[in-house]
């Protein structure tokens, strides 16, 4: 993502495509209207930290499953 500036339209297709629920992209567009970047800093930070807790829920998941398939391997 370059940094030219985003038409509202180009806005709402990125997050969508970041996976955005429509309540922060709400808020941000909020944000946006009022020229509150450190708001909208603040709201993107907010996703990406659940998106880190989402990646490390599905990495545990994952080890848990290898080691599952594992034990399964030990009985053949």
């Not at 806005?11 to 009022?34: F, H, R, S, V």
């Not at 909208?40 to 599905?58: N, W």
Request: aromatic share 10%.
């Amino acid at each position: 993502m370059n940094d030219q500036k985003l038409s509202e339209d180009n806005i709402l297709t990125y997050l969508e495509y970041l996976g955005c629920d429509q309540e922060t992209i709400n808020l941000y567009l909020k944000c946006e209207y009022a020229h509150d970047l450190k708001s909208q800093i603040q709201i993107l930070r907010k996703y990406r930290c659940i998106l880190i807790e989402k990646i490390h829920k599905d990495q545990r998941q994952i080890e848990d499953l290898d080691c599952y398939i594992y034990s399964l391997t030990k009985k053949e």
